[in-house]
Every structure is written in structure tokens, then in C-alpha cells.
């Protein structure tokens, strides 16, 4: 457990100083085929290979990925997580229509690129502002950030559920997932080294896609409803945990009366 | 058990009739398979400083393949279509609407259709952008080095509301040297079943290029080989065996078909055609290829950025 909180740390602040884009493979997940990684890894280093002389005159392929994807998101709300946004966004910047085809598998690409994106926004965003919070504070700040970025196509977001949850994407939305909260108990100074690495975070990752998905129905003025309903999941775990202790601590006090009570009827293990 | 021998060759068997001018140093194409030593050897005799290339399993010099790939496919180009589906029981006309669903284009694409004959393929992309989009400005341009193809083609067009619109456009023209194409003009470049005839495979890659748009896709669906090796047995049973004797039957011209499925032998593979396709300065996702039926053929797909 401990390597595994020493390996999240250096990651992270290598990320932080550097800035580059490392995909830390915390809890020992599979390597994550975003387009952004592996793909336009492949890709560039068929450029590399093949046109030596053309290379430094051409803008890199993940930054033309990176360009249309985030050109394509301003078009969700209209057209949806789908190709007909990934084309739209393409002319936006005077490439034909038919640059789509950059991504094969389609909207989930842009979908996968979106959750990467905020991902790295939120954890640039946050560094320097959780100062002076207490845990649970900073756990809240990390999920309203979040879902901040998720509040212009909120209206869209069911359809990317949707499409998230279908066999073939099942396995990367759920790392995103759980890179995501995993980033976001790092960020709150998580420094469990037992269980309770993984139950804070099981119960974040449901706390947070169970908000998300409040939020897709959500018709309050500016989802003032999506962050009191997150806010009373966050008290919710909170009350749970203590409870759980509560009744843990007096579990004890029953069994140690029992044993006491046994032993004064001469009745259990005496050797100590 | 019929439908995977019915897979076959799609393609336009080029006709080659007996009475082809070369044919007197050979003894004509209904014996080619047989007489390839003798033939190759009293070629090297004639014409041993001049390279050769590959014309289905004979090798021919090199300015004389576009001539008989000329004359193949004049004689073929009023049969070209029954052909084809007599030959893949229709499944040619599958790949290519798979083909342009792949594609996907948008409103007001311009289509470069190279080698497009009758033009299945410029015919399907302006149906999807009508159908897909209600779009009227997409464009094409059908460009065919074979005149008389060209002409099945303009008939064939006729019959549609497209006749004498700004959206289809005919032009004769080599794609090795795309002269009247202007550079950088065209959002796509597609060339279904045609680049295997071609004797200068990179010439038109590195035309497809230049006259692509930055961003621009190149996209070519071909005959590919089978890796699997029982379909591929009975792939090739069907091939050598039945399609000749089809297009005798109904075309009257044994030694084109013979000549389409030699060809297809003799073109690269998936992956070295997806190298030499990266070698011209495409950038390729992924593998590069997608098989369609087994490997029969494949779409081949580059962007130019």
C-alpha cells in the first residue's frame, strides 16, 4: 500500500512541475488507450519514421487531435457526443469535414478526451487552493470544480453516459473514474497506507457519478440542486462512517463484557 | 456454403481480347499461366534495357501496361457493371456503400473519384450527402484514364436528377500525373479497385497528396489478401477456376478476367500497401486497413496533415 501512495505522489508532482502529460498508473490499472496517449503516440512515430524531413514543419499530431476535439466540444450541445460534432468542430478550423475520421471510434473519443481534459484541469486548478481546508472541505471543492466543467453540456451529458456505459467503453469510462477520484483524494492529502485507500475512494467515485447523474435531470437555476444534492451525499458518508465506527466501538464493549462475564464463571481461555 | 464462394471478385475483370496488339510476341492470355518462362524470357530478349512490371502474371515493360490495362478495360466497360455483380454476387455493391458510410462526409464535400469508371462510388457519396444531410453542394469530380469508361459513366449518370448539375464532373485523366487537378483542392480522394492497375503505384499516392487539402483523407478500397487459409483456398479455387469461365460466359472475354484475378495476386499486401502509403507522407491511424469479408479487400485510409 505504501508503494503504491509513494508512486501516486511522484507522479503527481512530476506532473505538476513538468506540466507534461503523464498517465500515472495508479491501483495498477491497464495502460488506458485514450486517442491522446497511445494513439497519437503510434502516430506520431509513424510520422517520425517515415518523413524525418517533413517533421519539422508540421504542427504535431496530438496538437491537431487536441485542437479538434476542443474545438468539436463547443458544437455538443448542439449535435451531441457523436461524429457530426467531431465534423463541425473540424471545419471550425479549416480542416474538411472529413477529418473526423482522425477518430475512428467516434463520439466516444471526444467523450474520453473531455473526462482526460478536465480531469488535468481540475487537478492544475486545485494545487494551489486547498490550503487552510479541512478534509472534507477539500474533497467538496474538488467535486464542485469538477462538476463545474460538466455544467455546459449537462444537458448532454446522458447521451455521453450512455454511450460510456456500452461493453466496448465500459472498461476505459471506468478508469477515468477511477483516475479521477483517486486525483481528487491526492489533492485532499489522502494519506491512507491501509482498506481505507480503496473504501474512500469506492465511496467518492459513487458520491460523484451519482451527482453527475443527479445533475443530468437537473433544472434548477445554475444546478444549485446538483451541489445540495452533492452536499448531502458528502454528509451522508460522513454520518455513515462515524455510525460504523460507533457501532464498531460498542460491538467491542459487548464482546469484552461477554468474555469477562464467561470468565468469571470459569468458563474460557485463561493462559494469559 | 455458396456465399463464401460467392465472394469473390468484384472488380471489373479487364477484358483483354485475344486480339490484343502484344499478344505477338505471346500466344495470346488464354495460356498465360503455362507459358510464363517461355514469354518472360523472349520479352528479356526484345526489350532488356526498359524496366518491367507485373501484368497479372506475365511482366510487361512498364510504358506498355497502361496500354493494355487500356485496352482491357475498353473492351470490359459495357459489361463492367453486370460483371461485377455476376462475379461477387453483389456483395461489391456492400463494400462500397460501406465504404462511403466510412467516409461519412459532410455538407459541401468535394470528391476526387479516381479510376471511377462508371462511377459507382461518386453516384453513392452524392446519395448519402442528399440522403444523410439534404445536401446539395457536395462535388465530385469522376476522373478515368479510359475514355470509353468514362462514357458508361455519363450514361449512367444521365439517368439522375445529378445530370448537368455543378455537382458531378467528368474528366479524363492518368493518376499518376493528375495535370488539370490544381494542389491542395480536394477534401477527399477516393480510389475503389482501380490503383492495382496502375503501373506506378507511388506516382499516384504522391499525386493523391498533392492535391489533397491539409486534413484531407485519402481513402482507397482494394483487393487485399486473405490471411485466413481455408476461405483463402476456396477464395482462390473460385477465383482461378470460376471467374475466368464467367466472364467467357457472359462477356465473351476470358483472358480480362484472367488478367483481374492474376492481379489481385500481385498486389502488395494490406501492410506493405499501408507502408508505402505512410512512405508518401499520409498520416495513417492505427493499423491503417480495415478488412472487409475476410480480407477479400480493404479500406485503406490516410490523412494528409
Known amino acids: ?272 | 456454403m455458396l456465399i463464401p464462394i460467392g465472394i469473390g471478385l468484384l472488380r471489373p475483370l479487364i477484358s483483354s481480347k485475344s486480339r490484343l496488339t502484344y499478344s505477338g510476341i505471346f500466344r495470346g492470355f488464354a495460356s498465360s499461366t503455362s507459358q510464363r518462362t517461355s514469354d518472360r524470357q523472349s520479352i528479356k530478349k526484345d526489350d532488356e534495357k526498359e524496366a518491367e512490371t507485373n501484368f497479372g502474371f506475365k511482366y510487361v515493360p512498364e510504358s506498355m501496361k497502361e496500354k493494355l490495362v487500356g485496352q482491357v478495360f475498353t473492351n470490359v466497360a459495357s459489361k463492367y457493371d453486370v460483371m461485377n455483380d455476376a462475379m461477387s454476387l453483389g456483395i461489391h455493391r456492400l463494400w462500397k456503400d460501406y465504404f462511403i458510410r466510412t467516409m461519412a462526409p459532410g455538407p459541401g464535400t468535394k470528391l476526387l473519384d479516381v479510376a471511377g469508371g462508371t462511377g459507382d462510388i461518386a453516384m453513392g457519396f452524392l446519395n448519402y450527402c442528399k440522403e444523410i444531410h439534404g445536401d446539395t453542394s457536395a462535388q465530385v469530380t469522376l476522373l478515368d484514364i479510359n475514355p470509353k469508361m468514362l462514357d458508361v459513366g455519363r450514361e449512367r449518370f444521365n439517368k439522375t436528377p445529378y445530370n448537368q448539375t455543378s455537382q458531378i464532373q467528368f474528366e479524363i485523366g492518368n493518376a499518376e500525373n493528375l495535370s488539370t487537378i490544381s494542389s491542395n483542392s480536394f477534401d477527399v480522394y477516393t480510389i475503389a479497385f482501380g490503383i492495382r492497375n496502375c503501373t506506378h503505384i507511388d506516382r499516384v499516392l504522391s499525386e493523391a497528396y498533392r492535391v489533397l487539402r491539409p486534413g484531407g483523407r485519402f481513402m482507397c478500397l482494394e483487393f487485399g489478401k486473405v490471411q485466413n487459409p481455408i476461405i483463402s483456398s476456396i477464395y482462390n479455387l473460385y477465383s482461378f477456376q470460376i471467374i475466368p469461365v464467367l466472364g467467357q460466359v457472359i462477356a465473351a472475354d476470358r483472358d480480362s478476367y484472367q488478367y483481374l484475378v492474376e492481379s489481385i495476386q500481385r498486389f502488395p499486401s494490406q501492410d506493405k500497401f499501408t507502408e508505402m502509403i505512410k512512405d508518401t507522407g499520409f498520416t495513417v491511424i492505427d493499423k491503417g486497413w480495415e478488412d472487409l469479408t475476410f480480407g477479400i479487400s480493404a479500406i485503406h485510409s490516410g490523412f494528409k496533415l
Not at chain 1, 21 to 34: D, T, V, Y
Open chain 1, 1 to 272: 500500500m505504501e508503494g503504491l501512495i509513494g508512486r501516486s505522489s511522484k507522479i503527481m508532482l512530476q506532473r505538476i512541475q513538468t506540466k507534461s502529460i503523464i498517465k500515472p498508473n495508479l491501483l495498477n490499472l491497464r495502460p488506458h488507450r485514450s486517442f491522446s496517449y497511445s494513439v497519437s503516440a503510434k502516430l506520431i512515430n509513424s510520422n517520425v519514421e517515415s518523413n524525418e524531413q517533413k517533421e519539422t514543419s508540421r504542427i504535431p499530431l496530438n496538437l491537431i487531435h487536441s485542437e479538434i476535439l476542443r474545438a468539436s466540444l463547443s458544437f455538443v450541445p448542439k449535435y451531441g457526443w457523436s461524429v457530426e460534432s467531431l465534423s463541425h468542430g473540424a471545419n471550425s478550423l479549416g480542416y474538411p469535414s472529413v477529418s473526423h475520421g482522425l477518430f475512428p471510434r467516434g463520439g466516444v473519443e471526444l467523450i474520453e478526451w473531455f473526462l482526460e481534459d478536465s480531469r488535468r484541469k481540475m487537478v492544475n486548478e486545485l494545487i494551489d487552493k486547498m490550503d487552510g481546508l479541512k478534509i472534507h472541505q477539500k474533497i467538496r471543492l474538488a467535486c464542485i470544480t469538477r462538476l463545474n466543467y460538466t455544467k455546459p453540456y449537462a444537458k448532454k451529458w446522458s447521451e455521453a453516459l450512455a454511450i460510456m456505459a456500452q461493453p466496448n467503453n465500459v472498461q476505459t469510462s471506468i478508469e477515468h473514474l477511477a483516475k479521477l477520484v483517486d486525483d481528487m483524494w491526492y489533492l485532499a492529502g489522502d494519506k491512507s497506507a491501509d482498506m481505507n485507500w480503496y473504501t474512500k475512494r469506492g465511496s467518492l467515485a459513487v458520491i460523484y457519478s451519482s451527482t453527475e447523474l443527479y445533475m443530468t435531470q437537473d433544472i434548477s437555476p445554475d444546478y444549485t440542486g446538483t451541489f445540495q444534492f452533492l452536499d448531502h451525499r458528502l454528509q451522508d458518508i460522513a454520518t455513515f462512517g462515524r455510525v460504523v465506527g460507533e457501532i464498531d466501538t460498542f460491538v467491542g464493549f459487548v464482546t469484552k463484557s461477554l468474555v469477562g462475564v464467561l470468565a468469571s464463571k470459569g468458563i474460557g481461555n485463561f493462559d494469559k
